[in-house]
């Protein structure tokens, strides 16, 4: 009886124990699903380190590969043909349409072309150039500095693989999904205005003395260095351009902002304390006719370093820096209705006056700030910053909200946060040595020594999150996908 009592107790705690075990493993899935790891490839050991590239869908790659023939460009289709140079590879967006510039010394001539889906396409050029796609990745355009002649040549225009005349300076064009296309030309007449390949407006010489002597002094290209042209989601165009007065920000024929100084550029002692636009800061909204960019009032000496955030041509709002953040633009949401940005807000050399502003809001002070992101509603900001108040090296810590969500960290990358505030993915490392690792929240989910794509917050076809990579270990590409937990109801 003893024994078939005990027998009966120990089939009891065993059934407890199982049920409890499995209400465990049911918990803990929920809380950390499985991982999902897919190889994409083995690079052989002559892949060029920093060739690499993925498309949009995370999972299609190229990358330069040297042979004793040459250079060549593998993909999951297969390896291209050797030449002497392959540089310059690029996905178009939305699309696994690759294209890259070949370069090929023989007989004492340089030959460079274009290779656009394994098409080749000759050009004039005398080395690669650079690239222009439509937001859907159907059109595509490359621009390029004609002959052997170097920054001093005329440059030539190509639309989807098509010659598309030669200027003696082009700015980069802009695309549209419908093929719509513009883009500035400059010949003896001056500098045009071309839609769809007409030209829609003549524009204004400068006549200003610090401006006229600005552009005299202007290296080669000026175009696609100090002008910028954009399609605006309503089918407006905005252009930064030369004009009269120096340097003028226009909508179509509107114009919203005029400066005497484009950062870019080199301006006479006598001429610094002008307005001043900083060209490599202009950002548009992809869903609204909006943009911003850095501009800095006029003044003398004293104001000279007052710089603020422009929407429009107006203040975006209160905030007076003193330097911008020249690292990075400012970031600005699809709907146009969120914006962020850094930026130093005393002049201090090493000081910790560094803040980030999130729609009016400042989070700070920090030493220093790394990679501001908007999450997809431009609700929530997330990025990377040191405190002065930390012994030297400073360490990093991951930041949402102004609220810290991981530290210790001897370097990060660029944070991303969800819309719902709460769920961040990261990259840093610990040490300046050893691989990186990869995060989310509180949570270290694996290492890398290469981040080729995301972190990417993706929804799956049955609803369920997750969270993105394609990283580099050794020689091996592989996606880890990382699913997350239902929210919390």
Not at 117 to 139: K, V
Not at 461 to 472: K, L, P
Request: glycine share 12%; charged share 25%; aromatic share 8%.
């Amino acid at each position: 009886m003893r024994s078939t009592s005990t027998s009966t107790r120990t089939r009891r705690r065993h059934r407890l124990a199982f049920a409890t075990l499995g209400l465990c493993v049911a918990g803990c899935v929920s809380r950390e699903p499985a991982f999902e790891k897919t190889r994409l490839t083995r690079l052989p050991p002559t892949y060029k380190a920093g060739s690499i590239v993925i498309a949009d869908d995370g999972r299609t790659f190229a990358f330069v590969d040297r042979t004793p023939g040459g250079e060549r460009v593998v993909t999951p289709a297969g390896a291209g043909e050797p030449h002497t140079l392959c540089t310059r590879l690029s996905f178009a967006p939305r699309t696994q349409r690759l294209l890259y510039w070949t370069v090929d010394d023989a007989d004492g001539a340089r030959r460079v072309a274009i290779v656009a889906d394994g098409l080749a396409i000759a050009t004039d050029f005398g080395s690669a150039g650079a690239f222009a796609f439509a937001d859907d990745g159907g059109h595509w355009a490359a621009i390029g500095v004609a002959g052997a002649g170097g920054a001093g040549g005329d440059l030539t225009l190509f639309l989807d693989g098509r010659d598309g005349g030669r200027w003696r300076d082009v700015g980069v064009p802009t695309l549209r999904a419908d093929g719509r296309i513009a883009w500035l030309g400059a010949d003896d007449d001056g500098v045009r205005l071309f839609v769809d390949g007409r030209p829609v407006r003549n524009l204004a010489q400068p006549t200003t003395p610090c401006a006229r002597a600005a552009m005299e002094h202007a290296t080669h290209p000026d175009l696609p260095v100090r002008h910028a042209l954009h399609w605006l989601a309503d089918g407006s165009l905005l252009m930064l351009t030369r004009d009269a007065d120096g340097w003028g920000v226009y909508r179509d024929d509107t114009r919203l902002a005029a400066y005497a100084i484009n950062r870019a550029e080199l301006v006479a002692e006598a001429c610094k304390d002008g307005t001043v636009i900083e060209p490599a800061s202009l950002r548009i909204a992809a869903g609204a006719a909006t943009a911003v960019w850095w501009e800095r009032a006029a003044g003398d000496s004293a104001h000279e370093r007052l710089w603020r955030v422009a929407q429009d041509g107006r203040p975006l709002d209160d905030v007076i820096c003193s330097e911008p953040w020249y690292r990075q633009a400012p970031e600005i949401s699809a709907d146009g209705r969120h914006t962020a940005y850094a930026c130093r807000l005393g002049d201090a050399a090493g000081a910790a006056n560094a803040f980030v502003i999130h729609d009016g809001k400042r989070y700070g002070p920090y030493q220093e700030i790394w990679g501001v992101a908007l999450s997809s509603d431009g609700t929530h900001v997330s990025y990377g910053a040191t405190r002065a108040a930390e012994p030297t090296p400073r360490p990093w810590t991951i930041y949402v909200d102004g609220a810290a969500r991981a530290s210790g960290f001897a370097a990060t990358w660029r944070p991303r946060v969800a819309d719902d505030g709460v769920t961040v993915a990261w990259e840093a490392s610990y040490s300046e040595s050893g691989r990186g690792r990869l995060g989310i929240g509180a949570r270290r989910v694996g290492s890398f020594d290469e981040v080729l794509w995301g972190p990417e917050l993706e929804t799956a076809s049955d609803g369920r999150r997750r969270v993105a990579w394609v990283i580099r270990r050794g020689r091996t590409l592989t996606r880890l996908d990382v699913p997350l937990p239902p929210p919390q109801r």
